[in-house]
């Protein structure tokens, strides 16, 4: 039985809400009374999402990297929703595992602009709507790489460091303003995601985890749940580790 987190009455947009962390997430939102949007790159995932977590939910299919889109999809949502009061920044890709001097340029500005450009682009369209409301929750979806830095994953790793820093900018410049922003930092969860990434990248973020076991999804969930709640209301610009005890701050 999950702790009860009160969500009633609230809208939330969760990018890559589709499938794994994203998905999780947007079933305890659900659970706690919110209503959901999904964005996701993915139309069928949409629809398969969809049909698993009923009608308090909508799609909408975006490139979070497209400014234009971000901005329809903000429009849709609203509409849907009546009003966004959560934003969960949670759409990432990992990129290769390749060491810094092999990793293709290419790869490198695709993996920053989808993790860090798309939280960018995603918090700057909906959060002027949380500040004329006078309410607003934004969780953005980081990682311990983004502390630690991962060998082999410069780009993510690095994005990841992005998203920490903008997520304390954002914090403080949204302080007093009723809109509260934190990330989370977990280690790897099993999820599709682990398909962009080599066995032998897999097996090195095993080993770092103490409590010996990759992060359920549901845990992600439980804390977002209640970070994207009213409960949550003097963390700002916040780091939230649930890395089994791999993070050493």
């Known amino acids: 039985m999950s702790n009860a987190i009160d969500l009633k009455g609230r809208g939330a947009i969760i990018t890559g809400g589709a499938r794994g962390?994203?998905?999780?997430?947007?079933?305890?939102?659900?659970?706690?009374?919110?209503?959901v949007g999904l964005w996701d790159m993915d139309p069928a995932a949409?629809?398969?999402?969809?049909?698993?977590?009923?009608?308090?939910?909508?799609?909408?299919a975006v490139d979070i990297t497209d400014?234009?889109?971000?901005?329809?999809?903000?429009?849709?949502?609203?509409?849907?929703?009546g009003r966004i009061d959560i934003l969960v920044n949670n759409a990432g890709i990992t990129g290769p595992n390749k060491p810094t001097w092999e990793?293709?340029?290419?790869d490198w500005r695709r993996v920053i602009?989808?993790?860090?450009?798309?939280?960018?682009?995603?918090?700057?369209?909906?959060?002027?709507?949380?500040v004329r409301?006078?309410?607003?929750?934004?969780?953005?979806?980081?990682?311990?790489?983004?502390?630690e830095g991962n060998p082999n994953a410069p780009a993510y790793s690095a994005a990841k460091a992005g998203v920490i820093g903008l997520t304390k900018s954002l914090g403080k410049e949204l302080a007093g303003k009723?809109?509260?922003?934190?990330c989370v930092t977990p280690a790897a969860a099993k999820t599709?995601?682990?398909?962009?990434?080599?066995?032998?990248?897999?097996?090195?973020?095993?080993?770092?985890?103490?409590?010996?076991?990759?992060?359920?999804?549901?845990?992600?969930?439980?804390?977002?749940?209640?970070?994207?709640?009213?409960d949550c209301s003097f963390s700002t610009g916040g780091v939230f580790d649930i890395s089994g005890g791999r993070a050493t701050y």
């Not at 400014?67 to 929703?81: C, F, N, Q, Y």
């Not at 409301?133 to 502390?147: E, L, M, Q």
Request: glycine share 10%; with cysteine.
């Open 21 to 35: 962390i994203g998905l999780a997430i947007a079933q305890r939102f659900i659970a706690s009374g919110a209503a």
């Open 46 to 60: 949409i629809d398969a999402a969809k049909k698993h977590l009923g009608p308090k939910s909508h799609g909408h």
């Open 67 to 81: 400014e234009a889109g971000v901005a329809r999809a903000t429009d849709a949502s609203e509409k849907a929703l």
């Open 103 to 106: 990793y293709p340029v290419a």
């Open 113 to 130: 602009d989808v993790d860090l450009t798309g939280v960018f682009l995603c918090s700057r369209a909906v959060v002027p709507g949380m």
């Open 133 to 147: 409301r006078g309410y607003g929750r934004v969780v953005n979806i980081a990682s311990v790489a983004g502390k």
């Open 178 to 182: 009723g809109v509260i922003v934190n």
């Open 192 to 230: 599709d995601i682990f398909k962009q990434m080599t066995q032998q990248q897999i097996d090195y973020m095993f080993s770092k985890i103490p409590m010996g076991r990759f992060v359920e999804v549901e845990e992600i969930a439980a804390l977002v749940a209640w970070l994207a709640s009213e």
